[in-house]
């Protein structure tokens, strides 16, 4: 008999040691016999049917790693909101936008600027306003008499982190600038090229309940933010948290506290290995008919592009990396269905007017659909 290193040896009769003779006592032919087998038998199965350890195909030590280094340096001064952080990470690992919204005083902005401290890259941070012009997030042309010429001078928008408070406070004309940038990486100023920087991404936050004074986001404009992600308020156990530490003299906002701890070269190559998640066909078709499903809803007047299926493909590469795993599964992609599609379907007026939401929709359609196994 060949010995099996799974197998229980203490369980079988006169079996001491792994290289004794277990049966040898027992004559051939006996009821002992067929009962010894049965035991050997059955070990052997229940030693096959244990699971062995999941190791992933790619190594992502690196990526956890990281991962959870950002995420303790943002704990240091931000207080719950976890959730936000993970879906944060996500987005930057699938080299996305991110639009927040929430009501004032739910450290949106703060969350936003702790993250991109995380980062070894450039940052600037802009403030919409109604008068807001394209060339005051873009750059200039500026003439030089002593050349007779003129040069351009990059725009605020030339950074890798590019935090955009309010945005829903400048008017269509200002962001129309920001489609090329968010989408192609670049901006075109008297027919010359320009391209950015190397990561870059877009923090950009707005308040849904203040409306004098603000704009509608053009719907092109929203396509292009890979997550919208709605920042509540924080529980009662959290919010005592937050009072004890600022009684305590941890007042204020100690940006200091945070340093970074990825560079612009480690972000890259996290990405890349994002990009060679594992994805079954199946999950492919699944994210299609999600999104599809969209477009033939009765509830809604809008659904989603096929931008919005390539951003839950690569978001669902991204969280699927954060949580260890080289490959992604359905939980995945129904984790991240309504922060990739909110922002992109709009309901009809009389779903509207029934108190329905996007979400409520999205839900529904998760529902409908058949998840492969």
Same mark, same amino acid.
Do not use: C, W
């Given at each position: 008999?060949?010995?099996?290193?799974?197998?229980?040896?203490?369980?079988?009769?006169?079996?001491?040691?792994?290289?004794?003779?277990?049966?040898?006592?027992?004559?051939?032919?006996?009821?002992?016999?067929?009962?010894? &087998?049965?035991?050997?038998?059955?070990?052997?199965?229940?030693?096959?049917?244990?699971?062995?350890?999941?190791?992933?195909?790619?190594?992502?030590?690196?990526?956890?790693?990281?991962?959870? =280094?950002?995420?303790?340096?943002?704990?240091?001064?931000?207080?719950?909101?976890?959730?936000?952080?993970?879906?944060?990470?996500?987005?930057? @690992?699938?080299?996305?936008?991110?639009?927040?919204?929430? *009501?004032?005083?739910?450290? %949106?902005? @703060?969350?936003?600027?702790?993250?991109?401290?995380?980062?070894?890259?450039?940052?600037?941070?802009?403030?919409?306003?109604?008068?807001?012009?394209?060339?005051? *997030?873009?750059?200039?042309?500026?003439?030089?008499?002593? %050349?007779?010429?003129?040069?351009?001078?990059?725009?605020?928008?030339?950074?890798?982190?590019?935090?955009?408070?309010?945005?829903?406070?400048?008017?269509? %004309?200002?962001?129309? =600038?920001?489609?090329?940038?968010?989408?192609?990486?670049?901006?075109?100023?008297?027919?010359?090229?320009?391209?950015?920087?190397?990561?870059?991404?877009?923090?950009?936050?707005?308040?849904?309940?203040?409306?004098?004074?603000?704009?509608?986001?053009?719907?092109?404009?929203?396509?292009?933010?890979?997550?919208?992600?709605?920042?509540?308020?924080?529980?009662?156990?959290?919010? *005592?948290?937050?009072?004890?530490?600022?009684?305590?003299?941890?007042?204020?906002?100690?940006?200091?506290?945070?340093?970074?701890?990825?560079?612009?070269?480690?972000?890259?190559?996290?990405?890349?290995? *994002?990009?060679?998640?594992?994805?079954?066909?199946?999950?492919?078709?699944?994210?299609?008919?999600?999104?599809?499903?969209?477009? &033939?809803?009765?509830?809604?007047?809008?659904?989603?592009?096929?931008?919005?299926?390539?951003?839950?493909?690569?978001?669902? %590469?991204?969280?699927?990396?954060?949580?260890?795993?080289?490959?992604?599964?359905?939980?995945?992609?129904?984790?991240?269905?309504?922060?990739?599609?909110?922002?992109?379907?709009?309901?009809?007026?009389?779903?509207?007017?029934?108190?329905?939401?996007?979400?409520?929709?999205?839900?529904?359609?998760?529902?409908?659909?058949?998840?492969?196994?």
């Amino acid at each position: 008999m060949q010995n099996n290193p799974n197998m229980d040896y203490d369980q079988l009769p006169n079996a001491s040691q792994p290289n004794s003779e277990p049966l040898a006592s027992v004559a051939p032919g006996t009821a002992e016999t067929s009962a010894a &087998a049965d035991a050997v038998a059955s070990t052997t199965s229940e030693a096959a049917a244990i699971p062995a350890a999941f190791t992933p195909r790619t190594d992502l030590s690196s990526l956890s790693r990281h991962a959870e =280094a950002i995420r303790g340096e943002l704990s240091k001064v931000i207080v719950g909101q976890r959730d936000l952080a993970e879906l944060l990470l996500t987005a930057l @690992l699938a080299d996305g936008h991110v639009l927040l919204e929430g *009501v004032p005083g739910v450290a %949106k902005t @703060l969350t936003a600027k702790l993250l991109a401290r995380t980062l070894s890259v450039p940052f600037s941070r802009l403030q919409f306003t109604p008068d807001l012009m394209p060339s005051d *997030v873009l750059g200039t042309s500026v003439f030089r008499p002593q %050349k007779g010429d003129f040069e351009f001078r990059p725009g605020p928008i030339f950074a890798s982190v590019v935090l955009i408070d309010e945005i829903n406070r400048a008017p269509a %004309k200002t962001q129309s =600038a920001l489609f090329e940038v968010m989408e192609e990486r670049q901006i075109t100023q008297d027919g010359i090229r320009y391209p950015l920087p190397a990561p870059f991404v877009v923090l950009a936050t707005q308040n849904p309940i203040e409306q004098e004074g603000t704009y509608r986001l053009p719907e092109a404009q929203l396509d292009r933010f890979l997550f919208k992600l709605s920042v509540g308020y924080p529980t009662l156990e959290e919010e *005592v948290q937050i009072l004890q530490g600022h009684h305590a003299g941890f007042g204020g906002t100690p940006l200091e506290a945070v340093q970074p701890v990825v560079s612009a070269a480690d972000l890259q190559e996290l990405r890349g290995q *994002v990009g060679r998640q594992h994805v079954e066909p199946k999950l492919l078709e699944y994210i299609a008919r999600l999104v599809g499903q969209t477009r &033939a809803h009765k509830g809604l007047y809008l659904g989603a592009s096929p931008r919005a299926s390539l951003a839950l493909l690569n978001g669902s %590469k991204a969280l699927a990396a954060l949580r260890g795993r080289d490959f992604i599964t359905p939980e995945d992609i129904q984790y991240l269905a309504q922060a990739v599609l909110r922002h992109r379907i709009q309901l009809t007026p009389e779903r509207e007017m029934e108190g329905g939401t996007p979400d409520d929709v999205v839900k529904q359609i998760l529902q409908q659909i058949e998840v492969p196994r």
